[in-house]
């Protein structure tokens, strides 16, 4: 594929990094990444994937926008609420780059839809909020071998890791949580500074980006934590669990 006039303007200071070039603002445009959840990670990852030239992305989001989203999910606008929010972010990503091809899916992520979603696209990433879906996600990315780029939120803090469980030597997010934690708060009972989402969905989106072109060193067995209070951050190993029953540790 050749690149538009508009194209080479709009990607200009993509092009003009040795890392990416004509060639990987290419495999940018040619690329399906699907967005579970259009929510606080799910606002900034879908943004900066538009603006980056993401070919193809898909939204999965059952959800409808809500006063209280606001704070922190910066995709939808005030006159939104009450829609889908996967229509609010779609018209939002029309906003900012009509070259990009956008598939809505209104529904939650289910055993019964998953496996023809998720084997439509080349990575997943995952910005949603309950263990349940990201149990599912882990499954069916191990199942079709995509890539999982994982985030998550807490009050003033983030995680984000990569997850490659279909490798033999990369560990799959079973291996970091293997059961669903007991106790855990949803961010409307915890609360959450709206900023952290900004900076771990901008820094999920990154990771996509890396693992699309195939630069940097990725995040697969490891692990990024964010704490905004003490304004640090640290990378831990990640290793495979060897008794994981999902992805065969």
């Known amino acids: 594929m050749a690149l538009s006039n508009d194209q080479l303007e709009r990607y200009a ?3 003009i990094l040795k890392e990416v ?3 990987g603002q290419k495999k940018l445009l040619q690329a399906k990444v699907l967005v579970v959840g259009a929510g606080g990670l799910g606002s900034p990852l ?5 603006a980056a030239g993401v070919g193809t992305i898909g939204i999965i989001d059952s959800d409808t926008v809500d006063l209280s989203n606001l704070q922190r999910q910066i995709i939808h606008m005030t006159d939104k609420i009450g829609d889908h929010k996967t229509l609010s972010a779609k018209q939002m990503i029309a906003n900012i780059n009509p070259d990009i091809k956008v598939t809505t899916y209104q529904v939650r992520l ?5 496996d023809k979603i998720i084997k ?6 995952d910005g949603c909020d309950n263990f349940s879906t990201r149990f599912l996600i882990n499954n069916l990315c191990l199942k079709y071998k995509k890539p999982l780029i994982s985030g998550a939120l807490s009050q003033f803090s983030g995680q984000l890791s990569t997850f490659k469980g279909f490798e033999s030597d990369k560990p799959c ?3 970091l949580v293997p059961d669903q934690p007991i106790g855990t708060l949803s961010c409307a009972e915890a609360g959450i500074l709206g900023a952290i989402a900004g900076v771990v969905g901008t820094m999920q989106a990154t990771e996509v980006i890396k693992e699309i072109l195939e630069i940097g060193d990725s995040l697969a067995g490891k692990l990024v934590i964010y704490d905004a209070l003490s304004a640090t951050s640290r990378t831990i190993k990640l290793p495979k669990d060897p008794y994981c029953k999902y992805c065969g540790g």
């Open 13 to 15: 200071r993509h092009i």
């Open 110 to 114: 289910s055993e019964n839809n998953g």
């Open 46 to 50: 879908l943004m900066y994937l538009a």
């Open 173 to 175: 997010y079973r291996c």
């Open 120 to 125: 439509s696209y080349d990575y997943i990433a």
């Open 21 to 23: 070039g004509g060639a």
